[in-house]
């Protein structure tokens, strides 16, 4: 992992990682735990519906097997088909983050999803959850269509960050919605973070090339033929990319340049 260079931040918390990873989809509960220890993210996301109401219980041994002194909680409201239920799902992914020994834990990433076929997320049912949920303390990580002007909205609103989607969830087709998130990129004064969609560690470094200032994956781990050595591909990827971002490309000429070119002889 790259430290002290250049921290993500979001609200008042500082990550020397940009890459986050779910915990969902995985095989097996030693690939879970190899995969997220081998990208060295900070940051993990659970979907809180998912969970039971105790740690107590043998389907939450790999959230009990991390290392939440290294590792921050994100509780996700995934299955949420309207504001009430996510606004729902939110307290209770803060009594989680608690019961990992984090009482300042009110992080949550936001989703409103009413379409079961694409899995959407709902930009109206959004916009109110966020709304309340900040007004109530939460540091808010809104789930949302690759939306230019929803971004804004919910940046207004007071949102940490916006999470746009590079395609469907779980779907692996990269990042589909180019354009609009070069403009969400550009118009934000908070940090971006590429949220769905992504396969590939090609995909996640043209995402930090582009300027986000993180990736979330899930699948494209999870379901690798090597779910470990895939996390770690991600998480170079990330490292490549953003190194990339903040080295300034090249400009692209029409015409060739010779890398060797006589006129610079003299001067070596």
């Not at 990208?39 to 109401?53: D, G, K």
């Not at 590792?71 to 992914?93: D, V």
Request: hydrophobic share 40%; glycine share 8%; charged share 20%.
């Amino acid at each position: 992992m790259i430290k002290n260079f250049d921290k993500l931040i979001i609200g008042n918390k500082k990550f020397d990682s940009r890459l986050m990873l779910g915990t969902g989809k995985y095989k097996t509960v030693k690939d879970s735990i190899g995969s997220i220890n081998n990208s060295q993210c900070e940051i993990v996301t659970v979907a809180v519906r998912r969970l039971p109401t105790t740690l107590k219980n043998d389907h939450t041994i790999f959230l009990r097997s991390l290392d939440w002194n290294k590792m921050w909680l994100l509780p996700n409201t995934a299955g949420s088909k309207t504001s009430e239920e996510a606004i729902r799902m939110a307290f209770l992914g803060h009594e989680l983050a608690c019961q990992l020994g984090q009482p300042d834990n009110f992080f949550v990433k936001l989703e409103v999803i009413s379409d079961p076929k694409y899995l959407l997320p709902d930009p109206i049912g959004t916009l109110k959850a966020a709304e309340f949920l900040i007004n109530k303390g939460f540091t808010v990580l809104p789930y949302i269509n690759a939306d230019p002007i929803l971004a804004l909205h919910l940046e207004d609103l007071g949102c940490a960050t916006v999470m746009p989607l590079g395609s469907p969830i779980g779907s692996g087709q990269g990042l589909n919605n180019l354009e609009n998130i070069k403009i969400i990129i550009e118009n934000a004064n908070i940090p971006v973070i590429i949220d769905a969609g992504i396969g590939t560690p090609s995909e996640a470094t043209k995402a930090m090339e582009l300027g986000a200032d993180g990736v979330l994956l899930n699948t494209a781990v999870a379901q690798a033929k090597n779910p470990m050595k895939m996390a770690q591909a991600m998480k170079l990827a990330v490292q490549a990319g953003r190194l990339g971002y903040l080295s300034g490309r090249m400009k692209k000429k029409y015409y060739a340049d010779a890398s060797s070119p006589f006129s610079n002889i003299s001067k070596l």
